[in-house]
């Protein structure tokens, strides 16, 4: 896949200079000769024939660019010579005739590079030709814009396929820890009190009071009345004293 990318990305870089040059050899620059002063064997500014050597040296003219002439019709024509010995020697015999001069223009558009010689070929009785009065030039054209250099274009790196992530498991849910319940305190049991015997003024508590002998309560009971006698008899009996 990356051979395929890397040979359509060249593929259309060199279409889109093809068209760069097209464009550029279809829409070139126009170049009038002589400049202001035109295709002409006389200067009124120098009452000379025009210095078409120096003029031509300013100029740079490249394939796809329009070399003009522009003349007084009838007067002036155009040829081309194929030698500088030709141009040199105003060669007619082996010049080619461009234009008779009729129309008063003519165009020329160079389709390769190199040193392309023009004259005219008009006759001045008495004088020569105007190309032997001085009215030649020679253009220099270059083949065109250099095609730069196409640098190699490297093929993306394919960015490495990253494992798929898991999604982060939520943490469990904590359940409220209520504040622990302090246990009851303990509660002592008061031990039952055992029921408090008849106390017996003298003695002391806690202490057992001996049964009276029989002669003692014999002695008691001689000292009371009858009646009480008997009452605390039967009460002691009561009690199993």
Partial sequence: MATTLFMGRKCCYVLCLIFIVFLQQTNGATVQVGGAVGWTNFDLATSGPPDYATWASTQSLTVGDTLVFTFAPQYHNVYSLPTEAAYGSCDQA????????????????????????FACFKLVEGQGTHCEMGQKVAMVVKDG???????????PIPAPILPPVAAPVPAPALVPISAPVPAPAPVTETPALAPASSVVPGSVVGVPVPAPTPHESAGVLSSVPAWTALFLL????????
């Fill in 94 to 117: 082996v010049a080619t005739e461009l234009t008779d001069g009729t129309t008063g223009s003519y165009s020329w558009a160079p389709t390769k590079g190199g040193i392309y010689y």
């Fill in 145 to 155: 814009v250099a095609a730069p250099t196409i640098a190699p274009v490297v093929a």
């Fill in 234 to 241: 039967s009460a002691l009996v009561v009690l199993g004293i």
